[in-house]
């Protein structure tokens, strides 16, 4: 059964920093992309970052550009979002994704065939 | 970039059909997914790669495409259906976009 646990999540001032980990079992880890995704409170799923399976490609929604960064350990079966100089609207649910691909005419399409159940991430003086 | 537009809500009675579009230009060259979301709860893939329904998914559940909009349709509506409905394909190769969501209310 594959299973995915986010943690790292909580309460961090404007400015500040938090790095959310996801544990991943129950398949090969090394397969497969993997995928930050966050919904904010009322609002719907939003993408943030996306990690090809040897980390060699990673792709960001803009609005976290230049501010996080994701990466993974093979050999820990972990996926990581490091967030650097937070903002209140970066404050949401934050889920870890396992991503399947396919290419279409040359395009990577990604779609999350197995997700966490979220860690919340708060932003707010 | 790539925008894909769903009604914000639908509400069917149990036992009715719901169809649930979501419309964008890029679809006819993508393929589009659909993802089942309810409070507190992990989000769920339901349909891949426009009909495609991952093992597990009730036989209820139909995806289609015609041109630049794809639906998911779920026959005989029960009331554990009731949740917010996500479809979701590319924006530009190896990233992702959300549709802004369809809350389905089961009357």
Known sequence: EVQLVESGGGLVQPGGSLRLSCAASGFTFTRYWMSWV???????????????????????????????????DNAKNSLYLQMNSLRAEDTAVYYCARADIIVVRGVIIPWLDSWGQGTLVTVSS | STELTQPPSVSVSPGQTARITCSGDALPLQ???????????APVLVMYKDYERPSGISERFFGSTSGTTVTLTISGVQAEDEADYYCQSADGSGTVVFGGGTKLTVL
């Open chain 2, 31 to 41: 393929y589009a997914f659909w993802y089942q979301h309810k409070p507190g709860q």
């Open chain 1, 38 to 72: 966050r919904q904010a409170p009322g609002k719907g799923l939003e993408w943030v970052a996306n990690i090809k399976q040897d980390g060699t490609e990673k792709y960001y929604e803009d609005s976290v550009k230049g501010r996080f960064t994701i990466s993974r």
